[in-house]
T-cell receptor, first 113, second 115 residues
Framework: DTEVTQTPKHLVMGMTNKKSLKCEQHMGHRAMYWYKQKAKKPPELMFVYSYEKLSINESVPSRFSPECPNSSLLNLHLHALQPEDSALYLC????????????FGPGTRLTVT | KNQVEQSPQSLIILEGKNCTLQCNYTVSPFSNLRWYKQDTGRGPVSLTIMTFSENTKSNGRYTATLDADTKQSSLHITASQLSDSASYICVVSAVGGSGYSTLTFGKGTMLLVSP
């Protein structure tokens, strides 16, 4: 299984809502990543988890809260988002050694109204 | 500052023709270079990955080259198909620390294959 899955595929939420994005992989990868991608721009790194511990937080606003409950799952909890947070949110995973090749999920298209 | 630059920004070719995309990078410490294909609104899909010791890598109709001395890479697509229309992103990886990598993304080349 070389797949990273993300749910939901699409999400529309109001600025007062609380929602969560989910990411799952069963490749035995111990590094997992969240990226944000705006239209026609490259992905921007948000968070990195290595061995279920937060390794990088790229100064992301606290309205985004990551969680890594186990080695296969990565969540991104959303609260009080702004319309400018609308974007494609990508999850990726990689081995924690060797080539570190990152495998990307299909993304969640988030729209904040 | 780590940077990856790609050219051209966009390209239109006729179905069945070949094309070559370019990538220049300044990333340290260099781990590997990848080419990804990304359809609009979808996650990137890896085409090739090369370490500094590899000069060329093929994946079907895609052939990537790497010159670690000049810090240049190219992606050659042969016998293009309509389904090749997508953004092609050059990504350079640096080993970030304990058990993960950090990626520097190019802005991509938007390829349109016309019938």
């Amino acid at each position: 299984d070389t797949e990273v899955t993300q749910t939901p595929k699409h999400l529309v939420m109001g600025m007062t809502n609380k929602k969560s994005l989910k990411c799952e992989q069963h490749m035995g990868h111990r590094a997992m990543y969240w990226y944000k991608q705006k239209a026609k721009k490259p992905p921007e790194l948000m968070f990195v988890y290595s061995y279920e511990k937060l390794s990088i937080n790229e100064s992301v606003p606290s309205r985004f809260s990551p969680e890594c409950p186990n080695s296969s799952l990565l969540n991104l909890h959303l609260h009080a988002l702004q319309p400018e947070d609308s974007a494609l949110y990508l999850c990726a995973s990689s081995q924690a050694s060797g080539s570190y090749e990152q495998y990307f999920g299909p993304g969640t298209r988030l729209t904040v109204t | 500052k780590n940077q990856v630059e790609q050219s051209p920004q966009s390209l239109i070719i006729l179905e069945g023709k070949n094309c070559t995309l370019q990538c220049n990078y300044t990333v340290s410490p260099f781990s590997n270079l990848r080419w990804y294909k990304q359809d609009t609104g979808r996650g990137p899909v890896s085409l090739t990955i090369m370490t500094f010791s590899e000069n060329t890598k093929s994946n079907g109709r895609y052939t990537a080259t790497l010159d670690a001395d000049t810090k240049q890479s190219s992606l050659h697509i042969t016998a293009s198909q309509l389904s090749d229309s997508a953004s092609y992103i050059c990504v350079v990886s640096a080993v970030g620390g304990s058990g993960y990598s950090t990626l520097t993304f190019g802005k991509g080349t938007m390829l349109l294959v016309s019938p």
